[in-house]
């Protein structure tokens, strides 16, 4: 799709309904251009200011001095059609029509406006990606459709039907350590579509995983050969916006979307080898899981950590989701025999640290051992770390003790000996943590582990759940 | 259980093995009692010291000065008959016995100890909680098993097998805004058992919902007639720890417990109408909804917030959990003719509020009667409202739109026409909220919600699969 590079890398980019006020649109992608650091130039179109946001503003298209690869289009509707036929004057190789209430209104008049948008792009040449859609945020170029992204760029792609929702995935998504290399929304698929969107994703060096939110297809056919194509060579992860009456309802309302069974969406998926996410927050823990877990082709898992019914409680789970729990193989009961005789023939798989007999004292030294006895012996495909947060002493040895854990999780990751996934358990920001020294510590210890590169999650559920698709996806490539 | 008002009520409490060394439950339980204010006298027994923690020590239970109901032991387990054979000269009632290294470890002359402090019990013709636990939080008592747990009561009251599972249930339940009236620890449930605990909990007015975690059962017969005895007078939320093959050998080494089959485990709970959850998070999602919400008997739901993408994930999500979505009544439709003629035939169930063009501008009068039209319609059984977080405006103007949202919503949840349930959604605190404006806002207005007795999760999967319990509970009543 080499259209779509002349979005990633125009070599100048006009945002037409430039404005000065900061509850519109035309505000936000000027400075959005202006905060993310888009290296050429910028030039805001708006025939009523002089200047806007300090950059010389210009009535139109066909005023400003160069050719320009790339508008972002904040017009009403009714004003587009103009501003597709100014676009060859300027050489507009893609136009991103953020301008909404279109077809997704539902209203004829709306839909005959939009196919009229459809006749204007083709007449000037110009592709389009949406309408009613943020567009792109691609942090490496300096572009951005929300505040506050992170600058520094990353490697999962994301296609979103939604802009809203790849806010949220941008957002949420940072809060577990993933970074982005493009993500693109693209509302009512008015030209180009979800699958050349995809194609593209497939195809960029700078893409390894690929997140997607659908909530129609333009093109049903076309839509399964690029998922296809994608996922024989990097993993996609998808949710299916409006899978049922009410959702499908919605998607019409949203983008327009002719939401379809999703009978033929799931099979369509299974077909392709796309993985399922339910929501934000599912798809966002399965890309923490392929963004930094090496291929994980086994299921037997060794955790350590948790305590008492933490740990019984990670048992179910795990093997619910899934994963197998082998014993302590006996070449490792015998190392710990002398090591930690209280507990040798006592302790399982969960290791559950709260039978040690005092975490910070004694039996320091095989705390920090048993995770890597975990990750050396051949019986285990990988390590879940779980924070023993329950841990029963006063706050100020309570927080070494956590800290602790950190450090001795870390030390074995960086040994590269086994793949590993901590588990840390994750209040909800509801608190105020800044008052509370226990929420406060285990979000540094969060974020230390994720800055270590270690897949972190909060519960022991959402972990097991996401490495098990990362299994799945290991051992399907094996098979094919 | 009369018994069990001495461990609640006690005149006086004796710490047996009190301590100075804060890496020491003898440390630990004599701080708690001086921390939770605990109203009668404490006496430390420890033969070694003159004073603890600022308190007169005695050497023994015999020396102490006048009867004491409840003993907390925190001696080592050889030393606990010699302990209980003294108990019968201060007419001890109950001894709590934090005691482990028992019957867990699985060791013969373990086994053969307890038996023994059993005997040695009934001789004295004392109650004993444990061995293996950490006793009783009651915070309307001044009695508390760990530190910084809240020292206001609810009405939530627990029976749990793992100590360290209590200790998360209380910090994970505090953030969601769950208070409780009375929490038992039992671990190896030797003498005293779940039945024995849930039948006194079922009978306490201060209790208005029960969570437990069972890893065995002691007497099956028994549990099924506490459990159901139960389930008529309050609802009875549990986790079975030891679901699984891994599970089962993780309980045994925790509680000694015979975790016994699964299918057995969970047939008796529904027989009972005991509500059944995951973890520790699902339980608390559970409880805070049948904490905070009045009973529900239908299952038609309002959603209002949200936006685009997440108003789309939010219908397929509740429809997936057994909600269903009616569309907007018609007489609806009438009423915002009028008010927001944008919008009056687009908008949908969910209200989707990224189509109110502006909602901190035009329409706001319309933001701040629409979730109340909802509340009043009687096409709805309930309300679910969303903070539409992903708005795309600068920080400054975000803040203020997810501000007057959540205004909104408490308003209309104080005129108390329908149950409301919030959803704000939750960034894990791996970051550091104190610098991020966004994740720090929404802390706040998710505090806002639950100081205002609106049960608040952080995502709608979890807020429907909450409700879905109540709904099922109160229509389980009708019925009979």
């Known amino acids: 799709m080499d259209v779509l590079e002349s979005a990633f890398h125009p070599n100048a980019v006009a945002v037409a309904g430039a404005s000065e006020d900061p509850f519109s649109f035309g505000y936000h992608y000027v400075r959005h251009l202006l905060d993310y650091g888009y290296p050429g130039h910028i030039y805001p179109v708006n025939p009523r200011r002089e200047t806007i946001q300090g950059l010389k503003a210009y009535p139109n298209l066909t005023s400003i001095p160069e050719p320009v690869d790339y508008v972002i289009c904040c ?24 301008t909404a209430r279109l077809s ?74 993933l970074r982005f290399s493009k993500v693109i929304s ?13 194609n593209y994703l497939a195809h960029d060096d700078e893409t390894k995983v690929i997140a997607a939110y659908f909530e129609g297809a333009k093109d049903g056919r076309k839509l399964l050969n690029a998922l296809t194509d994608a996922v024989r060579v990097k993993p996609v992860i998808a949710i299916k ?15 327009a979307a002719l939401a379809g069974s999703n009978v033929i969406w799931e099979t369509a998926f299974r077909k392709a080898g796309v993985i399922q996410a339910q929501d934000i927050r599912e798809l966002v823990n399965f890309l923490v899981a ?9 299921n037997r898992v060794g955790i350590f950590g948790g305590g008492g019914g933490m740990s019984v409680m990670s048992a179910d789970i795990c093997e619910e989701a899934g994963l197998v729990l082998p014993p302590l193989p006996a070449e490792f009961r015998e190392k710990l025999r002398t090591k930690a005789p209280e507990i040798w023939d006592w302790v399982g798989n969960p290791v559950d640290v709260s039978i040690m007999g005092g975490i910070s004292r004694g039996l320091e ?62 209040g909800e920001t509801s608190y105020d943590e800044s008052k509370n020294m226990r929420w406060r510590a285990l979000a540094e210890q969060r974020a230390r582990l994720i800055n270590a590169g270690i897949p972190t999650y909060s519960t022991i559920a959402e972990a097991a ?16």
């Open 465 to 480: 759940r996401a490495v098990r698709q990362v299994i799945g996806y290991w051992q399907t490539r094996e098979e094919t």
């Open 186 to 198: 693209y509302g009512n698929a008015l030209d180009l579509d979800e699958s050349d969107f995809l």
């Open 241 to 255: 916006g409006g899978r049922g009456l009410a959702g499908t309802r919605a998607a019409a309302s949203h983008t």
């Open 365 to 426: 030294a095989v705390i920090g051992e048993f995770p890597e006895m975990i990750a050396e012996s051949p019986q285990f495909d990988f390590i879940i770390t779980e924070m023993a947060e329950d841990n029963p002493f006063p706050e100020d040895i309570w927080s070494v003790v956590v800290k602790r854990q950190t450090e001795a999780y870390i030390n074995v990751s960086r040994k590269q000996l086994k793949p590993m996934i901590a588990v840390v358990g994750g």
């Open 290 to 298: 392929f963004s930094f877990l090496p291929p994980i082709r086994g």
């Open 75 to 98: 017009l009403p509707a009714s004003k587009v059609p103009d501003l597709l036929a100014e676009c060859p004057s300027r050489g507009v190789k893609v136009v991103h029509l953020l």
């Open 104 to 177: 997704e209104t539902g209203r004829q008049e709306a839909k005959d406006l939009e196919s009229r948008i459809l006749q204007e792009a083709r007449r000037s040449n110009v592709r389009l990606i949406g309408p009613n859609c943020m567009g792109i945020y691609y942090p490496g170029g300096g572009i951005s459709l929300g505040y506050g992204f992170p600058k520094e760029a990353g490697i999962v792609g994301a296609v979103f039907q939604s802009g809203g929702a790849s806010d949220l995935l941008v957002r949420h998504g940072e809060l577990q350590g």
